[in-house]
């Protein structure tokens, strides 16, 4: 394959798709995903109940025919509530580490490949992002943006894009001093199709890597922003929001925090078995051809 050639469909395959399958954990953690996944898009058609109706006569019940995992301080079913839950916690989970990505990813790449004082700015920005933990930062984005599905989903990705801008650059200033860089450059491809062809290919395995394991970051975080009242608004169902409404009744009720606390604890552990399983097929030392 020659330098001006673009990786072929079954060399990305055999790249990424088979070191991928042969790792049990991912497969055990994919699996578990897709329950969420399915169960969060057929969520209009299996949930027994609206997950915003109100009724106070049926307010902490325990789980029965009627509500299968019983009723909050407020009536709601909290079955239907599990399930757009777990919708809203993988939209937004996914969605501000994609967004963050490809920012970070954007960052890093011009960082790497142009360098002087372009590198110099973005990377100084990118430190004053990673001066900060994750949380501490969402938290003064969510100050300023406001609360809402929409903006936290902007700030977590804002979080997310030091470590990705920074990763990418390491990778790119590595992979941009090989020979058939030079090579491609001398023959006359140009830049995009070099970053496209040659550069891209050789920094996404850990892009992947980070992208996995940033996922179950970015839940863990979404909750814990709706707990502390500064994700997303009331009545919308998320589970951050259960578990913060069912510390005032753990001893009466302990299923409203026990419901919510179990399904992201099961996520979380599902995305970090996927996470694992990413770092262990693209690390050299495990790949076999």
């Known amino acids: 394959m020659s330098d001006a050639t673009p990786m072929p469909a079954s060399a990305w395959r055999r790249r990424f798709l ?22 969060a898009l057929l969520a209009p058609w299996i949930a027994s109940h609206d997950p915003t ?19 909050d301080s407020f009536g709601q079913d909290l079955y239907s509530r599990l399930l757009y839950g777990a919708r809203l916690a993988l939209v ?11 920012v970070g990813v954007a960052i890093g790449l011009a960082a790497g490949l142009i360098g002087g004082r372009t590198e110099w700015l973005l990377m100084r920005i990118t430190d004053g992002l990673l001066a900060f933990p ?41 992979v941009k001093s090989q020979p058939y860089i030079e090579a491609a450059r001398l023959m006359g491809v140009p830049t995009a199709a070099v970053i496209w062809r ?18 179950s970051i970015a839940i863990l975080l979404e909750s814990g922003l709706s707990f502390l009242g500064i994700g997303v608004v009331p009545p919308t169902p ?50 076999r051809e």
């Open 198 to 215: 040659h550069v891209l290919p050789n920094v996404v395995s850990p892009i992947l890597v980070q992208g996995g394991m940033r996922v």
């Open 53 to 71: 109706a109100q009724d106070l006569m049926a307010a902490l019940q325990g789980p029965s025919a009627q509500h299968w995992l019983g009723t």
């Open 92 to 102: 937004i989970g996914f969605a501000s580490v994609a967004l963050g990505l490809v």
């Open 134 to 174: 994750e949380l501490i930062l969402a938290m003064a984005f969510m100050a300023v943006l406001g609360l809402g599905t929409e903006n936290l989903v902007y700030a977590l990705a804002l979080s997310f894009v030091g470590p990705f801008a920074r990763m990418t650059r390491s990778d790119v200033l590595q």
């Open 18 to 39: 088979t070191p991928i399958a042969r790792q049990r954990t991912a497969m055990v953690g994919l699996a578990i995903l897709a329950v969420y996944v399915v169960g």
């Open 238 to 287: 998320d589970w951050g929001l259960m578990i913060a409404e069912g510390r005032a009744f753990i001893t009466m009720a302990p299923w409203i925090s026990g419901v919510p606390g179990l399904a992201l604890a099961i996520l979380l552990v599902a995305l970090n078995l996927v996470g694992d399983g990413l770092r262990d097929a693209f690390d050299p030392s495990t790949q």
